[in-house]
């Protein structure tokens, strides 16, 4: 039966507390996320939940951490940040996030990469691995590179600036032969102003020594995970509230996210 692309790219967006959100336990297909993406583009950069609570509710994700201090990445359960200067370290349980989302991935079998694709291939058979190839979408992809371009962003002190006033602090890397996995997200339109739209990536090396925001990879072999996120819980900072996604260009919203 072929699926209908309204019921796949369904999203039910649940705002939270913060002592609903420590409560909430985990489960397949649903997310947990800490504040919004509108509120981190206006230079909300401080935040309630900490990486073990985060972690409590997802095995792999993505986010930054507190000051916007760099990009953080989360891999089987473990957390690491990725620094402006280079530097990738395991990160605190007590440390506290201002943006992040994270999920538990299950542990089927990925679809298998041996040709090589660039990266808009690479993204496009993400993609055909969607019911529909449509919806919103945990996504890991463990494997050999030719090819990652990355980035972080240094940590900023109050006043805080906007994401977008920050784009000239942000410092870019091109690595060549590297094994990897990238883990991320793919949101639907339904989900702008919480979300990024479309696919928001980011990298951890094998020996953990490069780390970072994805701006764009090609993978020469590999595999391939996707799973359905049929639910986000988004932490709700006092006075925040969901932004209504009717009052956001998706596309905007991504070009502010990927080129700042």
């Known amino acids: 039966m072929p699926h ?30 800490e504040s919004t993406l509108a ?16 972690l409590a509710h997802g095995d792999h994700g993505l986010g ?11 891999v089987d359960g473990e957390a690491w940040r990725a620094g402006a200067d280079g530097s990738v370290t395991r990160v605190s349980g007590s440390c506290l996030t201002p943006f992040a989302v ?3 991935i299950g542990e089927e079998d990925g ?27 945990v996504i890991r992809i463990d494997g050999d590179f030719d090819r990652i371009h990355a980035r972080s962003v240094p940590r900023q002190t109050p006043p805080y600036r906007a994401l977008t006033e920050v784009a ?12 990897a996995t990238v883990v991320g997200f793919r949101f639907e339109t339904e989900a702008a102003g919480v ?19 994805v701006l764009g990879c090609d993978l020469r ?29 998706a596309d905007e919203l991504v070009r502010k996210i990927e080129s700042a």
């Not at 509120?39 to 939940?49: F, R």
């Not at 996707?226 to 509230?241: D, M, R, T």
Request: no cysteine; charged share 25%; net charge negative.
């Open 111 to 137: 679809s298998i990469v041996s040709e090589g694709l660039l990266n808009d291939d690479l993204l496009k058979r993400i993609d055909a691995l969607l019911p529909g190839q449509s919806g919103n979408a």
């Open 168 to 179: 000239n602090d942000m410092v870019e890397w091109t690595w060549h032969n590297i094994k």
């Open 4 to 33: 209908d692309p309204a019921l796949v790219r369904a999203l039910r967006l649940i705002g939270e507390s913060h002592d609903s959100i420590t409560e909430l336990g985990s489960a397949k297909h649903v997310a947990v996320q």
């Open 102 to 104: 994270v999920t538990r």
């Open 39 to 54: 509120a981190l583009l206006d230079g909300e950069y401080d935040g309630e939940l900490t990486i073990d609570e985060l």
């Open 221 to 249: 072999s590999g595999s391939i995970r996707v799973e359905l996120i049929k639910e986000l819980h988004v932490e709700l900072p006092a006075g925040l509230q969901l932004p209504d996604p009717r009052r956001f260009d």
């Open 195 to 213: 979300e990024v739209v479309g696919h928001h990536l980011h990298v951890l090396s094998a020996d953990r020594n490069r780390a970072g925001h």
């Open 64 to 74: 930054t951490l507190n000051g916007l201090d760099g990009e953080l990445v989360i």
